[in-house]
């Protein structure tokens, strides 16, 4: 039987999720389009950096600390958009880049700003380009629905994940036919009650962090998934640790009457968010 759940989550998760760190040529040179990048919420652990080019050519933002760099797309309209500072406190650089020709981008603006926050955890409370959610968003009501009357952080994290798990289900044609650059969206993982392992693991986090529960969105391999995975790392207040819960492939296997926390040694992380 193990073996059978086994192949089947292999089966049914993922084709390789496009990181969102670019491997893009990135130049130093400046140009004169109109690029902002806001630190208002720093304290908060996030910026929002907006773009608007009048060539309407794609662009990217760079955010780098300590030789390391998350590079994500930026809209090209001006619409400011919220970015995790996720490692941890110090001086980061971020660059706005905008694309020239091929694989080639040059630099529209750069700035350093100082991360110095309390609680390392804040940043994983927010909403993010790709773990993004207001209070208004229908699973995010249901989530203050689903913890009502819980005190323990853990009765909480089973709740939601439980409704995760059993309400979604796996997107086998998305699965085959997603874009790079794909971003999730919550309202229409809750709403078609289907999506890709990216769409899980950025409604589980939102869904938690919309209720005070630190969440990670991870991305990196899995002996459970065949190529690139998203999963999401858990902060559980009574345990004073971060676990690994993995909800495509709870849903996969029905959980099997297992404990909901992952072996870290199944999971190999290269990006969170």
Same mark, same amino acid.
């Given at each position: 039987m193990r073996q059978f759940l086994s192949l089947l989550v292999v089966l049914l998760l993922f084709l390789p999720l496009e990181s969102t760190v670019a491997q893009a040529a990135l130049s130093t040179s400046q140009t004169k389009n109109e690029a902002t990048i806001n630190t208002k919420s720093l304290a908060k652990g996030i910026i929002s950096v907006g773009f608007k080019t009048k060539s309407g050519k794609k662009a990217k933002v760079g955010i780098t600390k300590n030789g390391k760099t998350y590079y994500y797309n930026l809209p090209n309209n001006g619409t400011l958009t919220q970015f995790p500072l996720q490692m941890k406190n110090g001086e980061y650089t971020v660059t706005v880049f905008e694309h020239t020709k091929g694989n080639y981008y040059k630099s529209a603006t750069s700035k350093k700003v100082t991360l110095k926050l309390?609680?390392?955890?804040?940043? #994983?409370?927010?909403? &993010?380009?790709? =773990?993004?959610? !207001? *209070?208004? $968003?229908?699973?995010?009501?249901?989530?203050?629905?689903?913890?009502?009357?819980? !005190?323990?952080?853990?009765?909480? &994290?089973?709740? /939601?994940?439980?409704?995760?798990?059993?309400?979604?289900? %796996?997107? %086998?044609?998305?699965? *085959?036919? =997603?874009?790079? @650059?794909?971003?999730?969206? /919550?309202?229409?993982? %809750?709403?078609?009650?289907?999506?890709?392992? %990216?769409?899980?693991?950025?409604? #589980?986090?939102? $869904?938690? *962090?919309?209720? @005070? /529960?630190?969440?990670?969105? &991870?991305?990196?391999?899995?002996?459970?998934?065949?190529?690139?995975?998203?999963?999401?790392e858990v902060y559980i207040k009574e345990l004073k640790k971060w676990v690994i819960i993995d909800t495509t492939v709870d849903a996969a296997t029905k959980n099997s009457g297992k404990s909901i926390y992952k072996k870290a040694s199944d999971y190999k992380k290269q990006y969170e968010y």
């Amino acid at each position: 039987m193990r073996q059978f759940l086994s192949l089947l989550v292999v089966l049914l998760l993922f084709l390789p999720l496009e990181s969102t760190v670019a491997q893009a040529a990135l130049s130093t040179s400046q140009t004169k389009n109109e690029a902002t990048i806001n630190t208002k919420s720093l304290a908060k652990g996030i910026i929002s950096v907006g773009f608007k080019t009048k060539s309407g050519k794609k662009a990217k933002v760079g955010i780098t600390k300590n030789g390391k760099t998350y590079y994500y797309n930026l809209p090209n309209n001006g619409t400011l958009t919220q970015f995790p500072l996720q490692m941890k406190n110090g001086e980061y650089t971020v660059t706005v880049f905008e694309h020239t020709k091929g694989n080639y981008y040059k630099s529209a603006t750069s700035k350093k700003v100082t991360l110095k926050l309390k609680d390392s955890k804040t940043v #994983f409370l927010q909403s &993010v380009q790709n =773990v993004k959610w !207001t *209070r208004s $968003m229908s699973p995010i009501k249901t989530a203050t629905k689903l913890v009502k009357g819980k !005190t323990r952080t853990e009765d909480k &994290v089973r709740s /939601i994940q439980n409704y995760v798990a059993r309400n979604v289900k %796996y997107d %086998y044609e998305k699965y *085959r036919n =997603v874009k790079s @650059g794909y971003l999730p969206n /919550i309202n229409t993982t %809750y709403k078609s009650k289907k999506g890709i392992c %990216y769409d899980y693991a950025a409604l #589980f986090g939102s $869904m938690l *962090r919309s209720q @005070g /529960i630190p969440a990670k969105l &991870v991305t990196g391999y899995s002996t459970n998934a065949k190529g690139l995975h998203a999963w999401n790392e858990v902060y559980i207040k009574e345990l004073k640790k971060w676990v690994i819960i993995d909800t495509t492939v709870d849903a996969a296997t029905k959980n099997s009457g297992k404990s909901i926390y992952k072996k870290a040694s199944d999971y190999k992380k290269q990006y969170e968010y």
